[in-house]
């Protein structure tokens, strides 16, 4: 459905309870998206990492539990809410839009995951500027996104690939219809978008859910084995990258 209004859209702390509760044990959250993020990531022990996008804090979690030392942005206050509950002060919690200046030094982190978040803006270049800024040499961002292709079918009537475009539908959650929206762009405009920023492209993956939620959910599971919901990036700060370059500089 594509009724869902602009200034309605994507308002996390009206539904963080139900989202959260959701995301826990979901096929596409639980058995799909987070573990693959996870896998991408690898070992972490030892890591500061930045959870861009951090919402009630499961990957967080999941990061903090392989012994990585994380500090969790979102712009919802509700879902931050949620996040200390779970986390306490072992994670350390900001609330940050993605689209403004984040509150952290050059070279702070060693990497930054953003799971399922760049997809809500427009115009990446700002956001994955300052994501540059505050990785050290070498760090990486690990992302996943909606998959363009997805994105494209399942629009009617469907738009020119090659074009990003903004879309609105209503999300079945709990009961009840949330208006979202979103931003499909082609994998060129993404991959571009990466380069434009300074980043090297590490790894493109369109992963398997994982093979417990055969039994779980098993018509999900055949249709999300042979239709993938996300595309996920490894993407790397050039070893040699100092202060200059193509990094945005920081606001007075």
């Known amino acids: 459905m594509q009724s869902a209004d602009r200034d309605e859209a994507n308002d996390y702390d009206s539904i963080a309870e139900a989202y959260s509760a959701e995301n826990e044990t979901s096929l596409v959250n639980a058995y799909y998206e987070r573990p693959a993020m996870l896998t991408l990531a690898g070992d972490v022990a030892g890591r500061r990492i930045l959870d861009a996008g951090c919402g009630s804090g499961p990957l967080s979690a999941a990061l903090r539990d392989r012994g990585a030392v994380v500090t969790g942005i979102d712009a919802s206050a509700g879902m931050l809410a949620l996040a200390r509950r779970r986390l306490g002060d072992d ?101 571009d978008a990466f380069t434009a920023a300074g980043f090297r492209l590490s790894v493109i993956s369109e992963p398997l859910p994982d093979p417990a939620a055969r039994e779980l959910f098993p018509d999900g599971f055949q249709e999300l084995s042979t239709h993938p919901n996300f595309l996920f990036f490894v993407v790397e700060v050039p070893p040699s990258a100092n202060g200059s370059g193509s990094q945005a500089p920081r606001g007075s």
Do not use: C
């Open 91 to 191: 994670v350390a919690l900001h609330e940050v839009d993605l689209g403004d200046l984040l509150p952290f030094d050059e070279g702070a982190f060693d990497d930054v995951v953003a799971s399922l978040v760049l997809h809500y803006l427009e115009d990446w270049g700002p956001t994955l500027a300052e994501v540059r800024r505050v990785l050290r040499p070498g760090g990486r961002l690990i992302a996943s996104v909606s998959h363009p292709f997805t994105a494209w079918a399942h629009r009617d009537p469907r738009p020119d690939y090659h074009v990003t475009t903004s879309y609105t539908f209503d999300w079945a959650l709990n009961g009840q219809f949330v208006p979202m929206k979103l931003w499909r762009r082609p994998l060129h405009a993404m991959t």
